[in-house]
């Protein structure tokens, strides 16, 4: 919900060099990322593909990525990039809880509220018998902000449990955002790994 794709596509105009995962793999890598995609990928076809994009990219300026988990819907991000993706600098955008969830609701709200139920089904052991009856009767009721307040709840822990718990603080970077402003967003990251060094080629 803090609209990492729009981030990477405002760094991509800003002339940095950038990899959309969930582009290639036509999926937005959650419970709800095949909503609105048409069919993914082979796995083989997903690595042709990322392969190209990669090395068309010069591999002495820094290459930004969202952070995903290694499978993407039915793909997977190849062993070799996985364990970079691992070991590089990890930038985490905190946007404002409700900024998240009017976007959530703005890319969601369009599609069958049966998707969507179909989609906490997905997670519905995750999120325990009341969450999940309370998202599908937010979803009946039309309040799809309630119904994106609960998924976020999940995904947050998730995120913090399988992401953040596997890594050095060291690599951590926290950047606080006070709006949804993907432009804004991307130039402060861009500042950022500037000023702190971030991903410059070692020229020793």
């Known amino acids: 919900g803090s609209g990492k794709t729009d981030i990477l596509h405002a760094l991509e105009k ?30 083989e076809q997903f690595e042709n593909d990322l392969y190209e994009v990669f090395r ?6 820094r290459i930004w990525l969202e952070n995903e988990s290694r499978p993407i819907g039915r793909v997977y991000i190849p062993d070799p990039l996985w364990r970079q993706m691992a070991q590089a600098p990890l930038l985490t955008v905190e946007v ?27 997670i519905r052991q995750r999120l325990g018998g009341q969450h999940y009856k309370a998202a599908l009767e937010a979803l009946d009721a039309g309040d799809f902000a309630a119904a994106a ?18 890594r050095t603080s060291s690599s951590i970077f926290n950047i606080p955002v006070e709006n949804d402003s993907a432009e804004q ?15 410059l080629p070692n020229t020793n």
Do not use: M
């Open 56 to 61: 068309a990219l010069s591999h002495e300026r």
């Open 185 to 199: 967003t991307a130039r402060r990251l861009v500042a950022f790994a500037e000023e702190n060094d971030l991903w």
């Open 14 to 43: 800003l002339g940095e060099q950038v990899i959309d995962l969930e582009g290639l793999a036509h999926h937005k890598g959650s419970a709800f990322g095949a909503l609105g995609e048409t069919e993914q990928p082979t796995v």
């Open 96 to 122: 404002p809880l409700e900024c998240r969830i009017e976007r959530l609701v703005e890319v969601y709200a369009g599609y069958p509220v049966a998707e969507l139920k179909e989609s906490f089904g997905r």
């Open 149 to 166: 307040r609960i998924a976020l709840v999940y995904y947050d822990k998730a995120y913090t449990h399988h992401t953040l718990s596997k």
